[in-house]
């Protein structure tokens, strides 16, 4: 969910070449489940022993 330098990977906006726009509709990271939606991210589940004040500090795009 972070770099080993604490900062986001997570994040509002793709810095990086695409190969595809679009095409992710699920992130699964160390910290828990987010679903890809229209107008930000979805928890849909938390990793044991994670808060979600945890994981909506750790990430940089939406969650709503």
Same mark, same amino acid.
């Given at each position: &969910?972070?770099?080993? &330098?604490?900062?986001?990977?997570?994040?509002?906006?793709?810095? +990086?070449? +695409?190969?595809?726009?679009?095409? =992710?509709d699920?992130?699964?990271t160390?910290?828990?489940?987010? /679903?890809?939606? &229209?107008?930000?991210?979805?928890?849909? !589940? +938390?990793? /044991?022993?994670?808060? !979600?004040?945890? +994981?909506?500090?750790?990430?940089?795009?939406?969650? =709503?």
């Open positions: &969910h972070t770099s080993k &330098h604490g900062e986001s990977k997570v994040l509002r906006e793709c810095t +990086l070449p +695409l190969t595809g726009k679009g095409v =992710v699920r992130i699964i160390n910290l828990g489940v987010l /679903d890809v939606g &229209h107008k930000g991210l979805h928890l849909v !589940e +938390l990793a /044991d022993g994670v808060t !979600e004040a945890e +994981l909506r500090a750790a990430t940089e795009a939406t969650i =709503v």
